[in-house]
Each structure stands twice: as C-alpha cells, then as structure tokens.
C-alpha cells in the first residue's frame, strides 16, 4: 500500500482526546453490574482489590505505553505483532483481535438497549429492537466517516454526560455516609482466603480490558510519543481510583444484599431516590454509547492497519486502505465495521464469538509484551555491540528502537533501566495468569479462531498468485 493514503489521516486527537478514548474504552456497562459482583464475591475487601490488581495491570498498560512510543503508526497491536513477529502473526494478532473488538461492539448495542428500555420499553422488544438496533449501526457509521473531530466532539460531550451523575453519585453519597461506623466496619474486616482473592481479581483485571483502544489510533494522534503513554498510565489509574470510591460507597451503602436492580442504579435509588435511578440508568445508556463510539473509533483502524500492511491484499485491500477525499477516515473500513458488528446484534451470532472475546484480547496482550521484550532485548544488543565497536557515532538512527536505552551499553546498570526491564515480565506473568483462568470452552472458541485466521492468510497468500505479488 502506497504510503499517500497514510498522510491523509488527520491529527485530529490530542492529550485529553487521548484520554477519553481510554477513558470509555474501560467505563462502559461493566461498572453497572460489577459492584454487586464484587462486594458477594470479596466483601469489605473488595474496594481495595481495584487497587491492588489495578496497580498490577497497570504493568501491561506501561508496556502499551512503550510501545507507542516506539510504533506511531495507525493499528496498535497488529503494528506491533508485525514488527515483533512477522506478517503471520500480526494477521492473526489482527485476526481475533478484530472479532473480539467487533463482537463487544455488537454485545453493547443489546446492553445500551437494554437500560434504555427502562425508560423506553418499545426499544427492547420485536421490531422495535430491530429497528433501534439498524438506528444506531447508522448512527456510529455516518459519525465516524464525518471526520475524527466531529466524532472526538461527541466523545468529548458523551464523556462529560456519563462523568457529571457519577461525581454527583460519589460526592453526595460520602457527604451521607456515616465514616465513623464505616471505619470500624472496615477494621474488623479480615482479608478473604486466596482462593477468594483470585476470583475478584479476575473479575478486576476484566474491568481494566479496553484501555488499549488509543494506541489503535496513533497515526491519528498529535505527539504520540508523548501523548499516549501519559494518557494511559494517568488515566487507567484515575479510574483505578475510580473504581475504589464506587465499590467502596456501594459496600457501606447498600451492603452484601443483592439489588433488584443494576447495582448502581439501586444505590443511585437510595442516595437521590427515584430521580436519581432514573438518572443513572440514563447514565448507563450514555456510557455505554461512549464504549461503542471509542471502539468503532479504533476498530475501524484495524482492517485500515491491516491494509497499509498489505495484510489483507488484493481489491479487498485497496478499500479498506482507501481514505474518503473529504472527510480524511478510512471510510470503508469504518463502513464495514459497523455492518458486520450491527448484523451480528441483529441475529444474536455475537453470543458465541463473546465466548472467547476476553480470552482472545488477553492472549493479544501477551503478544504485545513479547514485542517490548524483544525490543528491548535487540536495543541492548545493539548499544553492548556499538560500545564494543566503539562506533556509536556511525551508528545513530537505524531503528526506532534504538534510541530505547538511550545508547547506553550499560542499560542494566541504570535502576531505571533495570526497572523498565523487569515491568514486562510482571505484565507477562499477570497475563499467563489471567489467560490461565479462561474456561475450556473459551480456549475451544480461540483456537476454531485461530485455525480460521490460519487458513484466510494461508489462501490469500499461498492460492492466490496476485495477492503473492501483492504482499511481495
């Protein structure tokens, strides 16, 4: 793919942009249901699990970071799979990627319908349902061809509407609660047994999956380098400690009964009453459409990604890497998502792909490590060779990796470096453990996946010459 159609996408996402895109790439309907979740699985203990195993996954969310700053480029994931491992593996990486993206996209379209018809009971039966369902498929397609920065304006207007009732939520709800009673029912609590632990971290880690919805973006984003990173490790810890005040409220509010209602709706219900449930559940369907404008924001990148790549070759290929003239998006792309994900929601197909769509992002993300690690490896290879050559200064400006230990042949001597290095191993392991939890028929769905990515890239590369050419 010519590199023309890769200049034509705009910067259109700047440091708080960046921020949002993380932001509704977590929030979206899973706090509605979480707490309740976490408060009969952990008790008293669970506020403080968010933060424990949040500052654990922050070690992948770092590893993210780096790697932005490594690979600007538009795609994230399969950038880094391609540049790590080969063509192969960033085809597959993009592969499972793309469908679990696609499937939480079509599932949220029930989950946003689904709150809405609280309000609106019309939207969540028969053809009422149908016909919201094509509305909204509509909606994100036609708002995201107009440009980044219309669809960056209404992130940044939907993002304000479902922050506003939850820091009203929070500051009136511990402006109410007795801290004295809290307080010693929080002392006398005693830590839950391991086993116990592991099953609320589980549930805590897969609060934290999305964050990496703003490295898909990249080439679209200003300062990448330095943009991304901060967004990430800034944001996905705002909301670690988001996190706690809401589980921490809901335990000392409403306890480890289990509500009628969506949890936070029931405790918006007994702060404000039924002005504030029905407030938050207006809220729920709001965050919920932030969650699916983020994804179908990056998602679309992906087959774009894939295109530049000339992973996905021929005339297929060349429409997918097109950008419209006018509006500077990867239309096609854009097109396509919406279709595929809005007809999965219609026909209820996406069930089966969700069966494995947790599996398939945290097997993406060990991927990911393993690029950083590699990199990180070739970088001190080169500075130990550059240093022992003593020809640093013919050898500057190869590789983006590079400039990674700054030159220094003595990277592990650093604290700094030594702790750069040991991040990864730290975010490998808290994915080998999480991946490990994943049920059997999970691992059966990934791999009918990962056998199906097989064969597209072995008969678009192998049983079509002109693709060969292509790619070539």
């Known amino acids: 793919m010519s590199s023309k159609n890769k200049?034509?996408?705009?910067?259109g996402i700047g440091g708080i942009g960046a921020a949002l895109l993380v932001l509704n790439g977590l929030i979206g309907a899973g706090i509605f249901a979480l707490p309740a979740k976490m408060a009969a699985e952990l008790g008293a203990f669970s506020p403080y699990i968010f933060l424990i195993f949040g500052a654990l996954?922050?070690?992948?969310?770092?590893?993210?970071?780096?790697?932005?700053?490594?690979?600007?480029?538009?795609?994230?994931?399969?950038?880094?799979?391609?540049?790590?491992?080969?063509?192969?593996?960033?085809?597959?990486?993009?592969?499972?990627y793309y469908l679990a993206r696609a499937t939480a996209i079509a599932a949220n379209m029930h989950v946003l319908l689904l709150y809405a018809g609280y309000v609106w009971p019309e939207l969540n039966a028969g053809i009422g349902k149908s016909f919201a369902i094509i509305a909204l498929t509509a909606a994100l397609i036609v708002v995201n061809i107009v440009g980044l920065k219309a669809a960056m304006r209404s992130l940044d207007t939907i993002?304000?509407?479902?922050?506003?009732?939850?820091?009203?939520?929070?500051?009136?709800?511990?402006?109410?609660?007795?801290?004295?009673?809290?307080?010693?029912?929080?002392?006398?609590?005693?830590?839950?047994?391991?086993?116990?632990?592991?099953?609320?971290?589980?549930?805590?880690?897969?609060?934290?999956?999305?964050?990496?919805?703003?490295?898909?973006?990249?080439?679209?984003?200003?300062?990448p380098k330095k943009t991304i990173p901060r967004a990430l490790m800034l944001t996905v810890s705002g909301i670690a400690i988001f996190y706690f005040c809401v589980q921490w409220l809901y335990w000392h509010t409403v306890g480890p009964a289990k509500p009628d209602s969506a949890p936070l709706i029931a405790l918006a219900n007994m702060i404000f009453g039924e002005t504030g449930a029905l407030i938050m559940t207006l809220t729920a369907v709001v965050s919920v459409a932030g969650n699916l404008l983020a994804n179908m924001i990056s998602t679309s990148r992906l087959t774009f990604s894939m295109a530049q790549q000339s992973l996905i070759p021929g005339k297929l290929g060349?429409?997918?890497?097109?950008?419209?003239?006018?509006?500077?998006?990867?239309?096609?792309?854009?097109?396509?998502?919406?279709?595929?994900?809005?007809?999965?929601?219609?026909?209820?197909?996406?069930?089966?792909?969700?069966?494995?769509?947790v599996l398939a992002r945290l097997v993406v993300y060990a991927v990911c490590v393993g690029v950083l690690m590699k990199a990180q490896r070739a970088s001190f290879k080169r500075a130990s060779s550059q240093s022992a050559s003593s020809q640093s200064s013919m050898q500057q400006d190869n590789s983006e990796n590079?400039?990674?230990f700054n030159g220094s042949a003595d990277a592990f001597a650093s604290p700094v470096n030594l702790f750069r290095r040991l991040i990864p191993f730290v975010a490998l392991a808290v994915c080998a453990w999480s991946i490990a939890q994943s049920s059997t028929n999970a691992?059966?769905?990934?791999?009918?996946?990962?056998?199906?990515?097989?064969l597209l890239y072995f008969a678009l590369f192998h049983f079509a010459p002109s693709n060969k050419e292509t790619k070539g």
């Open 7 to 11: 200049s034509l996408l705009t910067k």
């Open 57 to 96: 996954m922050l070690a992948i969310v770092w590893c993210f970071g780096q790697l932005a700053t490594l690979y600007q480029e538009t795609g994230g994931p399969v950038v880094y799979a391609q540049k790590g491992f080969g063509d192969a593996a960033a085809f597959q990486t993009g592969f499972i």
């Open 159 to 223: 993002s304000v509407l479902k922050l506003l009732p939850f820091v009203a939520l929070i500051g009136v709800g511990y402006w109410q609660l007795d801290f004295s009673a809290a307080f010693t029912s929080t002392s006398t609590s005693v830590v839950p047994a391991f086993d116990t632990i592991s099953a609320g971290a589980l549930l805590t880690l897969y609060a934290f999956i999305g964050f990496e919805t703003v490295v898909v973006t990249s080439g679209e984003t200003n300062s």
């Open 318 to 357: 060349q429409k997918l890497g097109e950008i419209h003239t006018s509006f500077a998006t990867p239309a096609v792309s854009i097109s396509i998502l919406g279709i595929f994900a809005g007809t999965m929601a219609l026909s209820g197909s996406f069930v089966w792909l969700a069966i494995s769509s």
């Open 402 to 404: 590079d400039a990674y």
């Open 443 to 454: 691992w059966l769905f990934l791999l009918g996946e990962l056998v199906v990515g097989a």
